[in-house]
């Protein structure tokens, strides 16, 4: 059971590039999220998802895309990279809409944009 | 926005002794949860209390909630190396369509010397 897995670990991007990230769970959950850690603060809230063909805002979304085609997977898009997007990445999933369910996250990747 | 806002942001202590982080937030939450987080990793889920409780254990761990002061503290007793993290607390609150969003405080780091 390898939890949730995010690919890649390290980027580094110039201004105006695109890349997608990859967040991967085994675990059969229905909701997901992408988070930014910038220094000093706690995590943002990007995008998430309540289930497989779905997808919502979060606090902070401009600038990033997201997709779940299917449920194991959760896609974050930078279709025009900008340093403001420089951070770190967590992705995050949790069994269900129960508000007493803990999330499990991803070891996170490490992005600069140049 | 961030709900949830710890103090100390950073804590020194030595092996042995205790070391109690506070966390504070804004507005009416469902349940207040517990995250540590190694340097370079991702979160890991430590304890979750409801809002109709009052004080929670897990191992050395205790987790007290205060909701007519907006507050919450986490205990660690006997502290050892191996405790050396940042530790954020995240507030839940309902959301239908989201189920459990958590909002982050900034962390507090804490080093505990051998």
């Known amino acids: 059971n390898a939890g949730v897995t995010q690919t890649p670990k390290f980027r580094v991007l110039k201004t105006g590039q695109s890349m997608t990230l990859l967040c991967a769970q085994d675990?059969?959950?229905?909701?997901m999220y992408w988070y930014r850690q910038d220094p000093g603060m706690g995590l943002r809230l990007i995008h998430y998802s309540v289930g497989e063909g779905t997808t919502a805002k979060g606090e902070v979304p401009d600038g990033y895309n997201v997709s779940r085609l299917k449920k194991q997977n959760f896609l974050l898009g930078l279709e025009s990279a900008a340093p403001s997007q420089t951070s770190v990445y967590f992705c995050?999933?949790?069994?269900?809409?129960?508000?007493?369910?803990?999330?499990?996250f991803g070891p996170g990747t490490r992005l600069t944009v140049l | 926005s961030q709900q949830g806002e710890e103090d100390p942001q950073a804590l020194s202590i030595q092996e042995g002794e205790n070391a109690t982080m506070n966390c504070s937030y804004k507005t009416s939450i469902n349940n207040l949860q517990w995250y540590r987080q190694n340097s370079g990793r991702g979160l890991v889920h430590l304890i979750l209390?409801?809002?109709?409780?009052r004080e929670k254990h897990s191992g050395r761990l205790r987790v007290t909630l205060d909701t007519s002061k907006k507050s919450s503290s986490l205990l660690i007793t006997a502290s050892r190396a191996a405790d050396t993290a940042s530790y954020f607390c995240?507030?839940?609150?309902?959301?239908?369509?989201?189920?459990?969003?958590?909002?982050f405080g900034g962390g507090t780091r804490l080093m505990v010397k051998p």
């Open positions: 995240a507030t839940a609150t309902i959301n239908n369509n989201a189920g459990n969003m958590l909002t």
């Open positions: 209390i409801r809002s109709n409780e």
């Open positions: 995050a999933s949790t069994i269900g809409q129960s508000s007493y369910n803990e999330q499990f």
């Open positions: 675990m059969n959950h229905e909701y």
